[in-house]
């Protein structure tokens, strides 16, 4: 698609949700009413800039405000992981579920999927999760098999891929190594296994020049798989995927239109650092304008490599609200993780946030018990000083009490990372 089309077509799709939101959506029609906008001066996405930014606060103060349908038209109820704040329900209509599984085939595509493929989903498809039930109706509408494991259950995982012999797996990448290890002590044979990539998804796989971090390091180095991540959220419900060029994940013009800004809220240039903001195009339940997702990521405009010209972003740097200011050093978690990684001998680790009588961030490592030695600590230390500059603190205790943290039964994902 050239640049001229999809702006023509974002321009027509823009039109269509502006004029949907100011009759249905009563958070927006509240927004035009108390700035003046009229929404006929906002044609194409460069007009969009007239409009405020939303804001994950204005989406948790006023949740309700963004419906623009009754809730007996409502298909799936589902809610946002919640990190930092409390979840945010997210409502979707039937057409929406519909757009989910459009984006999701495409998302596959774009990561080499066929209808030749299986997949096997290692993430939950219930507990109010969008993305799990997104990925089984995109393999549905691509034509691929799915077989749904759910996450953790590695002797599961193991008896599914031998016995239904999957092509590609979507999991937390994280997960892998945990994966792997399991066959080897185990002797299940993984390398002979047909499947050839992963679809990674919540943690970044690469560092901001696009070469493999530690965990997609460690993955790859072990495995002949490989690897494509995917960035996405249950505000924007659409993802950005990679192709077969690993160069950022690819927008798909014809569901979001994409900024990505600085401070100031000015769209930055090719290759820099911004804040991703998303508009929502095709929306019924819960359209949204300029939100503000927190999280930050290197932007690229010019073509890819695979012939594709959509807008690419970077792996998440970041999220805004997740910058820690320890010891004068501005460090985001996948920072942390990334050096943690690195580290064979460590199987099990969570971060802990906090704030001391000072109000300033603290970092404590929280590892298991068998891994304190002087020889160990002294190792990390020095390993954490060559790469981020300051040490945290380290913490030891026992593997069961450390899994138990991590693997909350309540929570979806592995809890990595806790603020305190
Ligand atoms: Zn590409």
Same mark, same amino acid.
């Given at each position: 698609?050239?640049? @001229? ?34 929404? !006929?001066?906002?044609?194409?996405? @460069? ?23 009754? $809730? ?58 969008? !993305? ?44 892998? &190594? ?6 080897? !002590?185990?002797?299940?044979?993984? $390398? ?6 992963? =679809? ?18 460690? =993955? ?5 798989? *490989? ?44 290759? @820099?650092?911004? @804040? ?10 819960? &359209?949204?304008?300029?939100? *503000? ?33 320890? $010891? ?39 590892? &298991? ?29 026992? !593997? ?7 693997? $909350?039964?309540? *929570?979806?994902? &592995? ?6």
């Amino acid at each position: 698609m050239t640049s @001229e089309i999809t702006n023509a077509l974002q321009g027509e799709k823009l039109r269509q949700l502006l004029r949907y939101v100011s009759a249905n959506s009563p958070y927006y029609q509240k927004v035009f009413r108390e700035t003046g906008i009229d929404i !006929a001066s906002i044609q194409s996405p @460069e007009d969009l800039k007239r409009l405020p930014f939303t804001t994950k606060d204005d989406l948790a103060g006023f949740n309700d405000d963004f419906l623009c349908v009754p $809730k007996n038209r409502i298909t799936d109820f589902v809610t946002t992981s919640g990190t930092l704040s409390d979840p945010v329900a997210f409502y979707l209509t039937d057409a929406d579920v519909e757009r989910l599984a459009e984006n999701e085939s495409e998302s596959f595509r774009c990561a080499g999927g066929s209808e030749e493929d299986i997949y096997q989903l290692m993430t939950t498809i219930d507990r109010r999760f969008m !993305a799990g039930l997104a990925y089984w109706m995109g393999a549905r509408k691509m034509g691929a098999g799915m077989i749904r494991v759910g996450p953790g259950a590695p002797y599961l995982q193991w008896e599914s891929i031998q016995r239904f012999s999957p092509t590609v797996i979507i999991a937390i990448p994280s997960f892998i &190594p945990r994966l792997i290890d399991y066959a080897v !002590a185990n002797g299940i044979d993984y $390398k002979a296994s047909n499947i050839k990539s992963i =679809i990674c998804i919540g943690e970044p796989i690469r560092n901001p020049d696009f070469s493999l971090n530690e965990l997609g390091k460690r =993955i790859t180095s072990d495995w002949d798989v *490989k690897l494509y991540s995917t960035y996405a959220s249950t505000e924007m419900g659409a993802a950005f995927t990679e192709c077969k060029e690993g160069k950022g994940g690819h927008l798909n013009p014809g569901l979001l239109i994409l900024e990505v800004v600085d401070e100031q809220g000015n769209v930055v240039s090719e290759g @820099e650092l911004g @804040e991703v903001v998303v508009t929502t195009l095709g929306v019924e339940g819960m &359209p949204l304008l300029r939100y *503000k997702t927190g999280d930050l990521c290197h932007v690229y405009y010019s073509p890819c490599a695979c012939g594709r010209r959509s807008t690419r972003l970077g792996p998440v740097v970041g999220r805004k609200q997740q910058m820690i200011k320890f $010891k004068g050093t501005t460090i985001f978690p996948p920072a942390l993780f990334d050096i943690l990684d690195m580290v064979k001998e460590i199987e099990l680790y969570q971060v802990v946030v906090s704030k001391n009588e000072f109000g300033n961030d603290e970092i404590t490592i929280l590892l &298991p018990l068998q891994l304190q030695t002087a020889v160990f600590k002294e190792m990390l230390y020095s390993l954490f000083k060559s790469r981020l500059r300051v040490t945290p603190s380290l913490e030891f205790i026992t !593997a069961e009490e450390l899994t138990f943290r991590i693997y $909350k039964q309540e *929570k979806r994902k &592995p809890e990595k990372l806790v603020y305190i």
